[in-house]
């Protein structure tokens, strides 16, 4: 009520100085007509108070009816709707209460509409997953192709250098052979001769002395002169006590032969002669010699290929394919 009363005073008073303004107005404008209205005016101040006692009493009035009738309007409805809510809870109690046989198939209804919402929301979700477990499926194949055949691809690079490995492999020994069969070849007029006394600083020229007066006096039928003889010297290092090998290259391969034919007639002598032997053929040659006394009774050498003869007096020519299981043998 406090809040509706001072609106009311607010509008008094501005409704005053309003009456008051226009009564200065009139009585400066016309002092007769002052004069001639003080009835009019009485009637009219009159009326001014009785609109004012109107107008302070009014406002009032008027929010009070409002807010009756509003009162009564809430408790009506609210009225309206307990009486709407005891009528729902009587008929679900009766409902309820009465085991009613429309509830049951209501519920059924409802439970059959839920399971097919269900089953639906759970048809479209493993749909959804198929579909994504096809696509990664397929992902999956694709990369598993791209394996194999990567795999196919890198199993035949490995059998191509493989096989790559081989033939290098074999043209390798292939030239090794050759090579080796070169440089035995170019020695196929020499000879080495081993036992010759040795002296430091020996020169060509004596080391051709030497051979010429050994091979000589061991050897009077092969009548071997200077001229036989293209060039002769010594191999490796002096050293006091040893005597160093004299390699010897022949004018022509018959002398040679024939010296080699001769030789046996050194047995028992501190001389020895041999072919001069590529450094491969040497080492074999020892390894066949050494390595394996229990299979081998003797092994020699023939216009540089290497031979051995077993205990059952079968001759066998080691090919260069053997070299390297002999070779590979360790030493006794």
């Given at each position: 009520m406090a809040n509706v009363e001072?609106?009311?005073?607010?509008?008094?008073?501005?409704?005053?100085?309003?009456?008051?303004?226009?009564?200065?107005?009139?009585?400066?404008?016309?002092?007769?007509?002052?004069?001639?209205?003080?009835?009019?005016?009485?009637?009219?101040?009159?009326?001014?108070?009785?609109?004012?006692?109107?107008?302070k009493i009014n406002p009032v009035k008027e929010v009070k009816d409002t807010s009756e009738q509003s009162d009564t309007e809430v408790e009506d409805e609210s009225n309206w709707m307990r009486k709407e809510l005891a009528e729902i809870n009587k008929k679900l109690s009766n409902m309820l209460t009465k085991n009613d046989s429309g509830l049951k198939i209501m519920m059924r209804e409802l439970i059959k509409e839920m399971k097919d919402e269900l089953l639906k929301s759970v048809m479209h979700k493993i749909e959804t997953l198929e579909?994504?477990?096809?696509?990664?499926?397929?992902?999956?194949?694709?990369?598993?192709?791209?394996?194999?055949?990567?795999?196919?691809?890198?199993?035949?690079?490995?059998?191509?250098?493989?096989?790559?490995?081989?033939?290098?492999?074999?043209?390798?020994?292939?030239?090794?052979?050759?090579?080796?069969?070169?440089?035995?070849?170019?020695?196929?007029?020499?000879?080495?001769?081993?036992?010759c006394v040795d002296k430091e600083r020996e020169t060509a020229e004596e080391s051709v002395n030497i051979v010429l007066k050994t091979l000589n006096a061991k050897m009077p039928t092969i009548k071997l002169v200077k001229e036989d003889i293209d060039i002769a010297h010594?191999?490796?290092?002096?050293?006091?006590?040893?005597?160093?090998?004299?390699?010897v290259?022949?004018?022509?391969?018959?002398?040679?032969?024939?010296?080699?034919r001769e030789k046996k007639n050194l047995k028992g002598e501190k001389l020895y002669i041999n072919e001069d032997l590529t450094r491969l053929n040497q080492e074999v040659f020892r390894s066949v010699r050494l390595k394996r006394k229990d299979l081998i009774q003797s092994t020699l050498t023939n216009e540089g290929s290497i031979k051995y003869r077993d205990y059952h007096d079968h001759v066998h020519t080691l090919h260069f394919s053997n070299f390297k299981y002999w070779l590979e043998l360790p030493w006794p």
């Open positions: 001072q609106p009311v005073n607010q509008l008094d008073s501005t409704e005053i100085e309003d009456a008051n303004k226009k009564r200065k107005a009139a009585s400066v404008s016309s002092v007769s007509e002052a004069d001639t209205s003080v009835v009019v005016g009485e009637t009219k101040q009159k009326n001014s108070k009785q609109r004012r006692k109107k107008s579909g994504t477990i096809f696509e990664k499926q397929q992902v999956n194949d694709k990369l598993a192709n791209d394996v194999k055949r990567l795999e196919e691809k890198l199993n035949n690079e490995k059998e191509e250098k493989q096989q790559l490995k081989m033939e290098m492999t074999k043209q390798q020994s292939i030239h090794d052979e050759k090579l080796n069969e070169l440089k035995q070849y170019s020695r196929r007029n020499n000879i080495r001769l081993s036992g010594r191999v490796g290092k002096f050293e006091q006590n040893k005597h160093r090998q004299i390699i290259k022949l004018q022509s391969r018959m002398k040679k032969t024939q010296i080699m």
